[in-house]
């Protein structure tokens, strides 16, 4: 899938930076611990039973008291149960969801990562320099809803798509990429992990590894491969999404980078003036047709 894909030196220096800025990120075996289990099986997508591999939980134990009293993580908290995940149901976004839109929008704004991030948009021409134009750019990017199914109305949008996770008409789980997410549907029962999805040359991943493709079962259906940061901030995300995003009108973008020790792909997938999808891929996996 990297054929043809020649590493972002530019990017893969930019998102260092962010990385090392990101300051609310979760460290493994201090903030968090996990257990990987069992090499998940190769599953053709719409296949909704698969060997479980894991017979435990992929989060041992996650700090809970510092989510809630990080900023951006309570609040990117509060905005994962306003969405209906089914596509092809319109959303119907509250004025008290607005207000929590707004709240975590204005939390992202205050982070080193975001002003980093602002910053070099800013000089690509790519971002107006005042903060509420930026803001209100996120928004359209992020949150403005739209149809992505279906004639009901607007049924989707960036951030419900990426960090929520939504369903397509009972057979296939999109996005989904969000680890916070992922925990705290996985206490509630609502997940059960199915194990790790290998990479060529390296058949095992690490506990400690912060990017992680893997395998699991949502509301019934399986999704054969999903990939995610693990620990980072949302500010981490949103900025490194947004840039992608934001450097190209194609449909799909695919960039190669090296952030920390990782080689990943970062692919970002356009609708219109929004996100579509947006997710990591750590180079490289043994079902990279699979994403």
């Known amino acids: 899938m990297a054929s043809g894909l020649v590493l972002n030196h530019e990017l893969s220096k930019l998102f ?8 609310n990120r979760f460290r493994p075996g201090r903030d968090y611990a996990i257990s990987l289990q069992g090499k998940a099986d190769f599953v053709p997508q719409g296949v909704h039973r698969t060997t479980d591999h894991a017979s435990q939980a992929l989060f041992l134990w996650v700090n809970e008291g510092r989510l809630q009293s990080t900023k951006t993580f309570a609040a990117f908290i509060s905005l994962l149960d306003n969405y ?4 092809g149901i319109a959303e119907v976004v509250t004025p008290e969801e607005e207000a929590e839109n707004n709240l975590f929008l204005d939390a992202l704004l205050e982070t080193e990562v975001m002003k980093l991030t602002h910053q070099y948009l800013v000089r690509k021409n790519w971002s107006k320099p005042s903060r509420t134009d930026f803001k209100a750019q996120l928004y359209r ?33 999109l996005g989904f990429h969000n680890w916070v997410q992922f925990y705290l549907q996985e206490k ?5 992990y199915k194990g790790y999805v290998a990479r060529k040359h390296k058949s095992r991943p690490d506990e400690d590894d912060q990017v992680l493709n893997l395998q699991f079962s949502w ?17 981490f995300e949103f900025a ?17 980078v090296r952030i920390e020790e990782y080689e990943l792909q970062v692919v970002v997938c356009r609708h219109g003036q929004h996100i579509g999808s947006a997710y990591p891929i750590l180079l490289s996996s043994n079902n990279e047709d699979l994403y």
Do not use: M
Request: glycine fraction near 10%; proline fraction near 4%; include cysteine.
């Open 16 to 23: 260092n930076q962010l990385w090392d800025a990101d300051v």
């Open 188 to 192: 509630r029962g609502n997940i059960d």
């Open 141 to 173: 990017i992020w949150f403005q809803l739209y149809t992505r199914e279906g004639h009901q109305g607007p049924d989707s949008c960036g951030f419900e798509h990426v960090f929520v996770g939504e369903t397509r008409r009972g057979r296939d789980i």
């Open 240 to 256: 490194l999404f947004t840039v992608v995003f934001l450097q190209s009108q194609e449909k799909v973008t695919r960039e190669l």
């Open 219 to 235: 509301k019934g259906l399986v999704k054969p491969v999903g990939s995610t940061f693990l620990g980072v901030s949302p500010e």
């Open 84 to 87: 209906e995940t089914s596509t």
